[in-house]
């Protein structure tokens, strides 16, 4: 289960020669597995258990809708997310697992969670001033920008920009430290597709740039 269909599609893609392999050894992947985006109820009667990504995502835009989807004796979830949903402040969606009866399980100690670091807020008057800001950043190493609105439709228009969606090759966003030239890459996500469940990766770092509003820093 998926929160949208470019995650799915990729997974599909990354899971290609596990579905052949699987096949040829008469495990009947075709029959087995079933790819699905967003939450519908299974009609099966049978043993069925749903592997959810980005689960944080799609349980919590309808819980309750979530919850009488995949509440039955015979449906087993399993729900992953790199995401923490139980903050320290209230707890709240934390509570909410709990009284449905839903169990976490940690992959790692609390306090090997690090909490992000913004290394410098940079003015931004205008999407040019944006875009001369990334301009210098993939001098150093790849960028990754979050965008919208207007200076999302400024960026998207740069020739050295790269827009991230369904169909980029997840081997590019894997070996962003690739120079382009005499530059690294530059790859532009936004809202709908990009910041959740893609995997990106570099051996020299990567500078996330995050402009929510144009007159706010980035």
Not at 11 to 40: A, M, P
Not at 106 to 124: F, G, L, Y
Not at 157 to 162: A, H, K, T
């Amino acid at each position: 289960m998926f929160e949208n269909e470019g995650l799915m599609k990729r997974d599909k893609k990354q899971n290609e020669l596990l579905e052949i392999f699987s096949n040829s050894g008469k495990k009947t992947w075709d029959k087995r597995v079933t790819y699905k985006v967003g939450v519908t109820k299974s009609k099966s009667l049978a043993k069925t258990i749903v592997l959810v990504d980005e689960c944080d995502a799609i349980m919590f835009k309808d819980l309750h809708k979530f919850y009488k989807a995949t509440a039955a004796k015979n449906v087993f979830v399993i729900g992953f997310t790199a995401t923490a949903f139980d903050g320290k402040e209230t707890g709240v969606e934390l509570k909410a697992l709990d009284s449905l009866g839903y169990k976490v399980y940690r992959s790692c100690s609390e306090d090997q969670i690090a909490e992000p670091t913004i290394h410098e807020k940079v003015p931004m008057k205008s999407p040019e001033q944006c875009a001369l800001v990334v301009g210098q950043q993939r001098q150093l190493r790849p960028v990754l920008v979050y965008a919208k609105g207007e200076i999302h439709q400024h960026l998207a228009q740069e020739q050295f920009i790269m827009r991230v969606t369904e169909d980029t090759p997840y081997d590019e966003l894997r070996n962003m430290d690739e120079k382009k030239g005499l530059m690294y890459p530059v790859y532009l996500a936004d809202n709908k597709y990009g910041m959740r469940g893609v995997d990106y990766r570099s051996s020299c770092g990567i500078t996330l740039v995050i402009t929510p509003k144009p007159q706010n820093p980035v």
